[in-house]
Nanobody, 124 residues
């Protein structure tokens, strides 16, 4: 069992930056970030293998967001730059023991463990 706790959300002006942190209670393999805007489905936006190589980014965040992890401290980060109002959403950290969960476009049903979410609001 892995417990995940997100932190770092808040309100920011468009063009600003926010760094989210996910603290894990145990070791997991694939880790990722999802987000859900009001009235929309949950979108997988970034994932990272245990080695830190071959990070995945959705087209909506590619070039603006960066995912990283520290396996020695069981920490996962999402650095979000050049934020836009359409980035407003609840952001969730997710993890799974299966490496395959990181393959290709990430999907919520491939992840077993979830955090409670942290809100990011971007105003224009």
């Amino acid at each position: 069992q892995v417990q995940l706790v997100e932190s770092g959300g808040g309100s920011v002006l468009a063009g600003g930056s926010v760094r989210l942190t996910c603290t894990a209670s145990g070791v997991s393999s694939c880790m990722g970030w999802f987000r859900q805007a009001p009235g929309k489905g949950r979108e997988g936006i970034a994932s990272i293998y245990p080695s830190g190589s071959y990070p995945y980014y959705s087209d909506s965040v590619k070039g603006r967001f960066s995912i990283s992890r520290d396996n020695t401290k069981n920490l996962l980060w999402l650095q979000m730059n050049s934020l836009k109002p359409e980035d407003t959403a609840m952001y969730y950290c997710a993890a799974d023991h299966r490496i395959s969960s990181c393959a290709g476009d990430i999907r919520q049903y491939d992840f077993t463990y979830w955090g409670q979410g942290t809100q990011v609001t971007v105003s224009s």
